[in-house]
């Protein structure tokens, strides 16, 4: 069964987002830096919460050099200062302005730019798998690239759970109806287009040995976040894929 899921989850890529309405795209830059940096009240308490995703990967990443994938605001910066740091992060409003972005190595637009032999020894990402329209894609090439003992450290919200629809809904929904008119749903339905057992189940096939944590609790329904730490990639399973779905 195992196998028929994965293959049927795998075929399902790559995805698209549901176009967002014009008056959605009229504020989406602006909103998003809002809910990055921690403008309002909320958002502020918001990303003290989401301070557990960013402080499981420093708790649990060893030392070395670090891709970071969707880099956004650079917030990430903030926990940790590795002495190499690259970025991917397509989107340059975002990090234009950020006083973290000296500290950035290199910078990226996409994962293809990244040469060949380029090696990491920790892949990194807080808060993005659950917005790639090709999630296997990005997983199968970042985990090329991780060196010998190298980890995949992921979190990312407990997209599909109870209690992750429940958060948003009666926090963020409510805050960005106030200040937009607009419903949050509609923005989190074009966004949010992997579920959080989609990215575990996704991960396990390129990965070996794959460790789960939530939080608060340690079930998908009862947590509002988690955070995967991925080893020993299947690299020939990799391989395979990408040459399959090079098209």
């Known amino acids: 069964m195992e196998t028929v899921y994965i293959d049927s ?8 987002r549901l176009p967002l309405p014009k008056e959605y795209q009229e504020i989406y830059t602006k909103e998003y830096e809002i809910n990055r940096k921690g403008e309002t009240t909320l958002t502020k308490l918001i990303q003290k919460i989401e301070g557990w995703m960013h402080n499981q990967v420093v708790q649990q990443g060893n030392l070395g050099s670090v891709l970071e994938i969707g880099g956004g ?17 397509p989107f ?11 500290l950035v190595n290199k910078m990226y637009a996409d994962i ?6 380029a090696s990491y020894d920790r892949i990194i990402s807080i808060a993005v798998l659950e917005h790639l329209e090709n ?11 991780l060196s010998d003992n190298g980890q995949a450290q992921h979190a990312f919200p407990s997209e599909g759970g109870f209690l992750w629809g429940l958060g948003w809904r009666f926090t963020t929904g409510i805050s960005y109806r106030l200040r937009t008119g607009l419903s949050y749903k509609t923005l989190m339905h074009s966004e949010h287009i992997n579920t959080s057992p989609e990215i575990i189940s996704i991960l396990r096939y390129f ?3 794959v460790q789960i944590f939530r939080a608060p609790l340690p079930f998908h329904h009862f947590s509002f976040y ?15 894929y990408l040459q399959k779905h090079s098209g």
């Open 9 to 16: 989850l795998l075929s399902s890529y790559p995805r698209q």
């Open 73 to 89: 605001t650079l917030n990430h910066l903030n926990y940790e200062t590795p002495e190499k740091y690259d970025v991917i992060e």
């Open 92 to 102: 340059q409003a975002l990090y234009k302005d950020s006083h973290n972005y000296s």
């Open 112 to 117: 293809s730019q990244i040469p060949n032999n």
């Open 135 to 145: 999630l296997p894609n990005i997983i199968a090439r970042s985990a090329l690239m």
């Open 207 to 209: 990965f070996k040995t």
């Open 226 to 240: 988690t955070y995967v730490n991925a080893k020993i990639p299947f690299r020939q399973r990799c391989i395979d």
